[in-house]
């Protein structure tokens, strides 16, 4: 059920109501100081709402206690002239008064005030208890990629302790109907990410920015994404690139538990390798057909065959990827990165293939419920969409996600 855009946002106790690419969800003012702490946005060329250039030289240090700024002994420069003092995060503008900042003696040595969406009334002003005038800085227009997919993997990230416990989640489809459905929903949303990534970046900038993000995992997606900007497709293939100074150009990895397969660099170098294979890979993989069929309820089986998924896994991992990647991380770049990418790009549906796709990573739990709902069997194996409607019910902040 397609959900109307709402321009409105409502804030109460830290936690927003904002607007998505469909529809409305649900996120937490500290994800957007996680966003500031990690810098997972562009700094170059930044202004002020009041038209003064900005340099981020230092974001502070994370106040994590309930009072006070959020980050503390940044540094910044507006127009050259270097100043510090601290950082407060808000959704929009018009907090800082309703918070009661200005009237605060613990804010007098803020030095800017960040928000995600632009003010309303930029004739506002914001200013400390001394009067003294606050730079703003408006987030949302130099994320690194949409604020829904930031939410989305910050519950993700949350959930990840959900998805190794064995009990069954209380919102599940209980059926077919409700599975095909819910996953539609996950479809759909993933397909207005990658349109906006194609208007932002072209063809070959998201298919490259998606690409290097999904080698991230869940965990390193940030600092790829920082990458992929830092290192557009263009620059890498014309330039050797000595993959260590790529790797130590972030600081933030995540390495713990991470094992030597799918370390961070060695994805990078994985990525190079296919550069320097198939530099042209992602005019390739938009050269891809897929078959465009309707469900048969009646006959799973054939649809898998009839959508000649086997024969498309193939050309993607040989063709496409130059066999570079196996196993279910072809399955996750295919449906995490190309069938969205691709539906948009030839705005042909192509939810079918999406659906009935073999599953990528994720955790075998997935596999036990889906069983244990009988909504798969050797008859109709587990698949893509039974594993995306699973993590849309996770999601759905009404409900509860695991059983007492």
Known sequence: MKIEFLFLMREENGIAEAPGLYGTFSAEEKLVQKIWNNAEFKTENILTTDGKHLEILDLGKWNLADEGPDFKEATIAIDGERVSGDVEIHFEEKDWKKHGHSRDSAYAKVILHVVLYPPKDKSERVTSNRGNRIPT??????????????????AMEKLSGIFNNRTLPNHF???????????????TLKCMHAKKRI??????????????????????????????QIYPIETWRSTS??????????????????RPANHPKKRLEQYD?????????PKLMGKMDFEQKSWNKQNYISNRKSLNLKAREI??????????????????????ACLPLWSVHHQVDIFENWFYWSSGDIP???????REQTLSNRSHPFCNGLAQAIIYGMLQPEHSTSKS
């Open 315 to 336: 050309e993607f991992s040989k063709k496409v990827l130059g066999g570079v990647w196996g196993g279910t991380r072809v399955h996750t770049l295919m449906i995490d």
């Open 241 to 258: 690139f000595n993959i260590e100074d790529v790797y130590r150009s972030q600081t933030d990895w995540k390495l713990k538990g991470c």
């Open 273 to 281: 390798k296919l550069l320097n294979k198939n530099p042209g890979w």
């Open 364 to 370: 075998e739990n997935f596999r036990i419920w889906s």
């Open 173 to 187: 489809p209980g059926d077919w109907k409700d599975a095909r459905q819910w996953a539609k929903e996950r479809w």
């Open 137 to 154: 800085f408006v987030l949302l227009p130099h994320l690194l990629k949409s604020f829904e997919e930031f939410a989305e993997e910050d």
């Open 199 to 228: 208007e932002t970046a072209g063809w070959e900038g998201a298919c490259h920015q998606w690409l290097l993000e999904v080698l991230g995992y869940r965990r390193n997606r940030s600092p790829m994404a920082r990458i992929s």
